[in-house]
Every structure is written in structure tokens, then in C-alpha cells.
């Protein structure tokens, strides 16, 4: 499936692919879907070359311009239907002829993603005491927004939010990154704001990253702790060894003791018994 | 004869490390989990204790910060 989903104790949830996919500017989430269409098409029975070669056309034709369906060959017929559904054509009937228009995400597919003139019109301003505004009435735009703030009104055209630790620290437990949250806002920045250099305030974007890795303070590496060896020879050539394989994590050599990592123990401990 | 002890690998910074210290210092005899203290930043710990670990600070960072009631 393109968004995974997994079940947890509520039911069907959203897994990281899907907050990942949540997050992702429009361009980004047509193309995985078709990435997505295509492989999938073999298992259907339709060559991916024809497909891939009928779609790179398709974002050449006029957006809005009807195109009689006759001038298109029977695989990419039996194609226009799924694109259909996709929403990057428009099929319609006419009496004795069907046609179908491109819409503007067909034409943009071939339009490089960092292209400003195609982006849609950003809706959040993101001021330096934590508050989002949100100049959208979309049920969509307040969901992506609820993954990462606290709403605080819904009015009709504009939505308030607040950026918490709190509400950050469940949205790190969703395995969404800081810098997901914050390319989000930048993309989708106000036109009032976009000019503005950086889109984003800086200190939200430094503490939201600062709150990330607050989540994560402590390393663990499951390892194996040697030590007692015979003399320092054995102790300096263990020490090589590990390092050999980038599993020394830790040693002391006053001591003789070595920390090595889980995964070398089986070579490490093979390597000591061709010492004796 | 060298010894192989099978454990957790602990790197953090200073306060992290003494904070599990403590909450090692405050469970009973049986269940303390560091097996060496390795210098002010390593710690080696048995390894079953990773997620009781992350849970405690987790619920150390909930007390130090404040949430504005809604």
C-alpha cells in the first residue's frame, strides 16, 4: 500500500510513512503515488515504459484544452480511466465523442519541484511567540496541523495554533522529524511572510530542533564488556581488532577493560581463543 | 583468562548520567542494573533495562515542563 497503515490498539492508524507523506509539498505526494502506479502496473499487465512515456506527454498538453480520446492508442485508454480517478484528468462524455483535459496537476508533473511559479499559495504565518496562524477553512490543513500543534480557535477563514513541547513530543513519538515539521512551514508560508527571510521565524525553528533532540539524550549500543586479560599484549592487540572492525565503543588501559559492540563479539571472542 | 560480560552501552551527557545513577541508587538490591560505572559520561548497564531507562526520563522531562492549561 502507499501509506502504510498498521493496527494498534485504537484501531487503523496512521504509520510514519503516512505522517511523512502528511507532510510532504503536493508535488512530492503526486509523485510517489505515481512512482507507486507504475511499479505496480506490470503486475496489471501494462509495460511501464508506455506508461512512464504517456504521463511525460500528458504534462505537455494545455491545461484546460480538451483532447479526443480517439488519438490516444488502447493501452493508454485503458490507462486515462485510473489517471481519471487520480484527478489529473478530466474525462468527459460528449454525444458521439469522449474527450479528456488535463488538469493543472498533469501539467505539472514534469515541472521541477522547486519551481515557485507552480506552487499553490502557502496559508500559515509563524510568529516568534510559538503561534501558528493559519489562513485556511480546509479540514485537511487543521488534521496536518493537529499532528504537530494545539489548535486553540477555529474561526471560519483562519486557524489558531500554539507549538508546545507537548505537542511536539507526540509528534516525535509518530517518528516525524523536526525537519519535516519545519520545511511544512516554510513551504506552506503566507504570501505576507514568504518574502521574508528565513520564512520561519528562527528561534522556533532552532527550538523545535532543540526539543528533538532533547527527546533523545541517551545513546544505548547492546556490547560486551572484557576485561581480566592475561597481559597488555592481548589487551593492546584486542584493541586493534575492534577497531579493525569499528566496534570499539569504549576502552580503559590502565584497567585492561574493553567495551566492544554486540555484533563483533562472535569475532572478537574467536580472535582471543586463536591467542592462546 | 578474559572475561565477556553481555550488556547496554550507555552514552549520555553528564546530568543524564547521574540521574540514572540516582534512580540505579533508589531501586532495591535486586533490581539495580549498572554493572560499571565507566567514567562521568559511559555507563554499562544490563541490557534488558534500555525502555525502563527511556521511560524514567521521559517522565523526568514531563515533570520539568509546563504545559498551559486549556
Not at chain 1, 576485561?227 to 585492561?256: H, Q, T
Request: hydrophobic letters at 40%; proline letters at 3%; a negative charge.
Amino acid at each position: 500500500m502507499l501509506v502504510h497503515f498498521y493496527r494498534d490498539k485504537e484501531g487503523l492508524g496512521l504509520s510514519e510513512n503516512g505522517f511523512q507523506f502528511l507532510l510532504m509539498d503536493t508535488n512530492a505526494q503526486l509523485w510517489y503515488i505515481v512512482r507507486e502506479y507504475i511499479s505496480n502496473s506490470e503486475d496489471r499487465g501494462v509495460d511501464p515504459a508506455d506508461l512512464i512515456s504517456f504521463m511525460l506527454e500528458l504534462s505537455f498538453h494545455v491545461t484546460g484544452e480538451a483532447y479526443n480520446i480517439n488519438t490516444l492508442t488502447d493501452v493508454q485508454k485503458s490507462i486515462i480511466k485510473d489517471l481519471a480517478d487520480l484527478g489529473l484528468v478530466k474525462l468527459q462524455q460528449g454525444r458521439k465523442e469522449s474527450w479528456f483535459i488535463p488538469t493543472k496537476l498533469a501539467t505539472n508533473l514534469s515541472v521541477s519541484l522547486s519551481d515557485a511559479s507552480s506552487r499553490k499559495q502557502g496559508f500559515v504565518v509563524v510568529e516568534t511567540n510559538f503561534r501558528l496562524y493559519a489562513y485556511t477553512s480546509s479540514k485537511l490543513h487543521r488534521k496536518i496541523l493537529e499532528l504537530f500543534s494545539r489548535i486553540e480557535y477555529e474561526l471560519p477563514n483562519l486557524t489558531v495554533a500554539a507549538i508546545t513541547k507537548d505537542t511536539l513530543s507526540e509528534a516525535f513519538q509518530c517518528e516525524i522529524t523536526a525537519e519535516q515539521i519545519i520545511s511544512f512551514l516554510q513551504q506552506n508560508a503566507h504570501p505576507r511572510v514568504a518574502e521574508r527571510t528565513p520564512r520561519v521565524p528562527e528561534n522556533v525553528t532552532d527550538q523545535i530542533r532543540l526539543w528533538e533532540s532533547d527527546m533523545n539524550r541517551v545513546d544505548m549500543t547492546p556490547s560486551y564488556f572484557y576485561d581480566e586479560f592475561p597481559s597488555k599484549e592481548v589487551f593492546e592487540d584486542a584493541c586493534d581488532f575492534a577497531r579493525e572492525y569499528g566496534g570499539l565503543l569504549w576502552e580503559d588501559s590502565k584497567r585492561m577493560r574493553l567495551l566492544v559492540k554486540a555484533e563483533i563479539h562472535m569475532q572478537m571472542r574467536e580472535h582471543l581463543r586463536r591467542q592462546k | 583468562m578474559v572475561n565477556a560480560t553481555k550488556g547496554l552501552f550507555i552514552s549520555c551527557d553528564i546530568p543524564m548520567a547521574q540521574f540514572i545513577i540516582n534512580l540505579n541508587a533508589s531501586l532495591p538490591a535486586s533490581q539495580k542494573f549498572i554493572i560499571h560505572i565507566l567514567d562521568s559520561t559511559h555507563l554499562f548497564v544490563q541490557p534488558h533495562v534500555g525502555e525502563m531507562i527511556k521511560s524514567a526520563i521521559a517522565e523526568f522531562r514531563k515533570e520539568n515542563s509546563f504545559e498551559k492549561p486549556t
